[in-house]
């Protein structure tokens, strides 16, 4: 009797799951979705959809659909498609300007609440006008911006790989705000851009290239942008291979201590590795100049415009201290120098 | 005539290959009953009939004794004595009322029969094949013999390894019509006595009219078990039997299968193989491992298969996805179908070849190969991935040398894929828990099959699990499995 009572919960179980059956064929797979709004305020939604053909070649079919939500917009591209929108491979969220800046929280609420899509997915703001043109231009050209994005994180250091799960619990965070990737297109090529700041949900603007980097190599410790310091004669360039970035609380102030190390890899004909002492002069260089770029970064965005980016609010709240006004901070900067790529040993 | 002759001549009147001969001298006769098929024909006429007439007549040229004296003393019934003086090493006297003369005649026994008493001479023809090499237990570097039909020449493989006289040899017949010899091997002061008397009392327990091959007797001492997996080791290598007694457990051996039972069985015995012990000890975790891992991969592929991409595709790479996807574009049935349609396929394929004989077999492979393959996939009937699937599984399940074994991933194979059909990954979890407890609720005799994993057994499970032990590091053995600890005792 038992084993019939096991045996019937079982299949209650198992029937219960069966309507969540999808045939892999009845599943259009979208990799970049894109949204706009019109002068309406209705959405106009953007799929690439992948497909293969019969010798295995992707190929991408462009959807578009407007409607007066996204759910909306989503689901009037199915008019146009033989098969059902499955998001949970979504790989690539753009958004335009006009909606980053009037806010991405009604995007964000869609994606975690439809069951099917996954966050785990990048999203960039479109630098051009429109999020459509930009899909497009990728549709046209084969790019996966995904490969780009970590090309463009692990080499340069402009960009970073936050799925937008990290992205929204960092924003659900008390006093801490997110950056986000841009995109647009640049003589009929797609690059990555600068990063664009947000306070809350809204984008404020956008960050320079060195500023990208700097925010970077502070909150997701990337290794191995470059640093330049002074020109000809005293030029000196770095990769930076590890890099140990840490916020903390003292005596009321933020304390920055950065700990890294470089590689040498140019240096002008003034600037000597040949003892300890004079690679030392060189590591206080670098120290300097990074701090004072530390510092510049800081006081820009954190203090006169007031962006949680680096999350020093948060650091407060925390420690259930009040946010001060004039929010004041330490920068400690330690370089050394790995290898200098010398052809002679200093030892 | 005689009136055993008579009697046993009514009972064998329809037998035409029980042949009756008389050997007489004056009126003293001595009658022979054979089986034509059964003896050596050489033999009998050699050594059976000139021994008997030599008896009878030999003192016909002893000048010494007084002819007639003699002749009345050797006539006299008291006084011939068979077994002093054939010319055979295996002589008897039976007692007729007790013992059935038919079993003696179709083993290849001559029945002499004078006045009341009966002798049983054996003259047996060798009708067993020679030694060859195990089709099934194949090994790399293990000795090439195998066991064959002849109880004696399998009994004599396993004495030339074990020169012990603690190894017994306890012979018994089973089978009211087939009168099967079948005997257990034990190392008497290695296997514990509570196992070898749970055996013997299995085998006096069995009632049957004809035991024709060692399953027979499995499935007696399985009785209670209605596990899919063996909880008995059959092999056809005496090398691996020798290992087996050594480790204290016991053998059983049936005349006319060359097959030998081991007792108990647990499951990594099916898993590993023999070549374990004659490879180096560090490479064979690696072998094991891979052992492993097909058995999983035998078991889960097309459950997996089919859960991925009906139910949870959001968990494959996006890559593959399109790949797959793309692939089965053109199929027009249902993932479930088609892998059905599939299994189904191979398993037919896989009966037929296993039947076929050597001729139509090759045949059989090609038109397989190309079903299953090239042809089915470009006619669009299955997708190439689910060949791959296929092949996956197939190859997986090769490593197993023991058919009950193959079969029992097969059936369990079926279980997660309906499971998996119906629900996906949380239907190959729910498969999951029904094939662990119905795993560790399987006892070989009266030990725990899946020991040393359930109940744990640190230190069997560090030597003999996935790594073998380094043989003379090893010095003890099974606790499970003995009270004689100590090798080399």
Known sequence: MKKYIFALLVVVVMFNAFDNLKEITNLAIVSVLGLDVDEEGNYIATVEIIAGDKENNKKTILEKATGNSIQEAIRNIIDKTPQRLYLAHLE???????????????????????NDASNNF???????????????KISEQEVSMLEMLKSSEKYRGNANTKTLSQCIQQILKVGSDICVNSCGINEDEIYIG????????????????DESIMYNI??????????????????IIVEIVTNDVKFGLKDNKVNIDINMEVNISEVGKAISLESKEKVREVENILENEVKDRVEDFVRKYQIERGVQILGFENLYYRKKKEYPQNVEFNTNVDISIANQGGVVNIW | MNKIVEDIKERAKNSSDVFFREVAYKDKRVYLILSDAMVNTEVVSNFVVRSINEILRNTQTDKELDLKSKIEKRLNGDNINFENEIAIS???????????IFKYIFSGFVVIVYEQEVYIVEAKQNNSRSIMEPSTDSSVRGSRDSF????????????????????????????????????????????KPELVNFIEEKLNGIDIDGILDVNYLQEFIEKENDSSFPVTITTQRPDLVSYYLLEGRVIILVNNSPYALVLPAFFDDFINSVDDLYQKSKNVTITRIIRYISMLLTILVPALYLSLITFDQETIPTKLLISISSQRESVPFPAVVEATMMMLAFEILKESDMRANNISGNTLSIVGALILGEA???????????????????????????????NAFRRWRIIFMIFASLCGLVGMGIATVIFVASLVSTYSTYLPFTYPVAPLDITESMKNLFTRIRIPKDKTRQKILTNNLTKGR
């Not at chain 2, 006619?379 to 399940?397: E, L, Q």
């Open chain 2, 90 to 100: 295996k002589i008897k006297k039976i007692d007729i009322s007790k013992e059935d």
């Open chain 1, 92 to 114: 690539t969220l753009i958004v335009s300007e006009d909606i980053a800046k009037s806010g991405i929280d009604n995007i964000v609420d869609f994606f975690i609440r439809d």
């Open chain 1, 218 to 235: 502070l909150d997701k410790n990337v290794v191995s942008p470059i640093l330049k310091t002074g020109e000809k004669e005293n030029l």
């Open chain 2, 376 to 406: 089915a996939v470009s006619a669009g009937i299955v997708s190439p991935i689910m060949i791959i699937v296929v092949a996956i599984t197939t190859i997986s399940g090769m490593l197993f040398s023991d058919i009950n074994v193959i």
């Open chain 1, 194 to 209: 600068e990063m664009a700041y947000f306070k809350e949900w809204k984008m404020q603007g956008y960050m320079s290239k």
């Open chain 2, 148 to 191: 064959v039909e002849n109880i004696m020449q399998n009994l004599a493989l396993i004495r030339n390894r074990i020169k012990n006289e603690k190894l017994l040899y306890k012979e018994q017949e089973i089978g009211r019509r087939t009168k099967t010899k079948c005997a257990i091997m034990y190392i008497e002061d290695i296997a």
């Open chain 1, 122 to 136: 990048y999203l960039f703001v479109s630098k051009e006008k429109t999020a459509g043109k930009v899909i497009e």
